[in-house]
């Protein structure tokens, strides 16, 4: 196991063994168990919480659009090119395609101005 600060890596075996062990899970009738002033306290004494101030009321959450289906034809040489991105390969097409809506619809919108 190699620690940097309060990151932690382990190798695929280490985490073999820790699943073996019984390591692997979250100690959930302890978090249970728990008052609400007790979660506050540990919050509160969490480094990384220090200062984070979340105003829940204004949260809003955006759901994905739903994707087209699509049969096009494009250049065996770009195809490849992604499918040897690995796997999300489409997901990285749609991404430039997005990218360039994205810098066609500023561009419009700044040659209005």
């Given amino acids: 196991m190699e620690k940097k600060g309060?990151?932690?890596?382990?190798?695929?075996?280490?985490?073999?063994?820790?699943?073996?062990?019984?390591?692997?899970?979250?100690?959930?009738?302890?978090?249970?168990?728990?008052?609400?002033?007790?979660?506050e306290a540990?919050?509160?004494?969490?480094?990384?919480?220090?200062?984070?101030?979340?105003?829940?009321?204004?949260?809003?959450?955006?759901?994905p659009q739903p994707k087209a289906v699509l049969n096009m034809r494009v250049d065996n040489d770009v195809l490849e090119f992604f499918r040897n991105e690995g796997k999300g390969y489409q997901t990285k097409i749609n991404a430039v395609l997005r990218s360039y809506v994205d810098q066609r619809l500023l561009r419009d919108l700044k040659s209005k101005f």
Avoid at 16 to 28: F, K, L, P, V
Avoid at 44 to 63: F, R
């Fill in 42 to 63: 540990a919050i509160a004494s969490d480094p990384d919480e220090a200062g984070m101030v979340v105003d829940w009321s204004t949260v809003t959450t955006e759901l």
């Fill in 6 to 39: 309060r990151i932690v890596s382990y190798t695929d075996k280490e985490l073999r063994e820790m699943q073996e062990r019984g390591e692997d899970e979250s100690d959930w009738a302890r978090a249970a168990a728990m008052t609400d002033a007790e979660i």
